[in-house]
T-cell receptor, first 115, second 109 residues
Framework: GAGVSQTPSNKVTEKGKYVELRCDPISGHTALYWYRQSLGQGPEFLIYFQGTGAADDSGLPNDRFFAVRPEGSVSTLKIQRTERGDSAVYLC?????????????FGPGTRLTVL | QKEVEQDPGPLSVPEGAIVSLNCTYSNSAFQYFMWYRQYSRKGPELLMYTYSSGNKEDGRFTAQVDKSSKYISLFIRDSQPSDSATYLCAMTSLGRLYFGRGTQLTVWP
């Protein structure tokens, strides 16, 4: 596909469980971003990858959250010991990576519900 | 205080009305200003992108930036029911985006 894809589209889990959320960026895009959007709020930055490395992870709320991008394409956001407050839509975006001002293209998001 | 403030609305207008959406910000380091549109259960999509103070027009949409007042606006002329969505202002410094909370707009026929 031409756009950013995210799987699963919905994830329901129980408090304390581990979850993985996947993002497939636009082909050729070297920059990848994760954001979290709570109900009624705008997206909040979590982490930014340039290639395989995390260039800025200052938005990760605590050490239960971790993200990887081992081959510089697909990225996985991992959440350990989930809490009810983690319930939100997790958005992934990618850009060409040529400049920090490049347009970010967003995927449809993964809606995470922690019971 | 959040770095980007945006009135969440909701805003409800009749078809054909002019819509005005606004955001204020506090961080002088913000250099680029964007408006995204988000339909229900979809990701945000970029509508307008501006850098300098002044106006930028694209069809029925006009983005306005006033850096001295730290204030940005989006105007929608001849609004259509298909414009019904949440509009998010966003600003960038060093790549990461800072979003307002979004204004929910409904345009009724």
């Amino acid at each position: 596909g031409a756009g950013v894809s995210q799987t699963p589209s919905n994830k329901v889990t129980e408090k304390g469980k581990y979850v993985e959320l996947r993002c497939d960026p636009i082909s050729g895009h070297t920059a990848l971003y994760w954001y979290r959007q709570s109900l009624g709020q705008g997206p909040e930055f979590l982490i930014y990858f340039q290639g395989t490395g995390a260039a800025d992870d200052s938005g990760l709320p605590n050490d239960r959250f971790f993200a990887v991008r081992p081959e510089g394409s697909v990225s996985t956001l991992k959440i350990q010991r989930t809490e009810r407050g983690d319930s939100a839509v997790y958005l992934c975006a990618s850009s060409s990576g040529q400049a920090s001002t490049d347009t970010q293209y967003f995927g449809p998001g993964t809606r995470l519900t922690v019971l | 205080q959040k770095e980007v403030e945006q009135d969440p609305g909701p805003l409800s207008v009749p078809e054909g009305a002019i819509v005005s959406l606004n955001c204020t910000y506090s961080n002088s380091a913000f250099q680029y200003f964007m408006w995204y549109r988000q339909y229900s259960r979809k990701g945000p999509e970029l509508l307008m992108y501006t850098y300098s103070s002044g106006n930028k027009e694209d069809g029925r949409f006009t983005a306005q930036v006033d850096k001295s007042s730290k204030y940005i606006s989006l105007f929608i002329r001849d609004s259509q029911p298909s414009d019904s969505a949440t509009y998010l202002c966003a600003m960038t410094s060093l790549g990461r985006l800072y979003f307002g909370r979004g204004t929910q707009l409904t345009v009724w026929p």
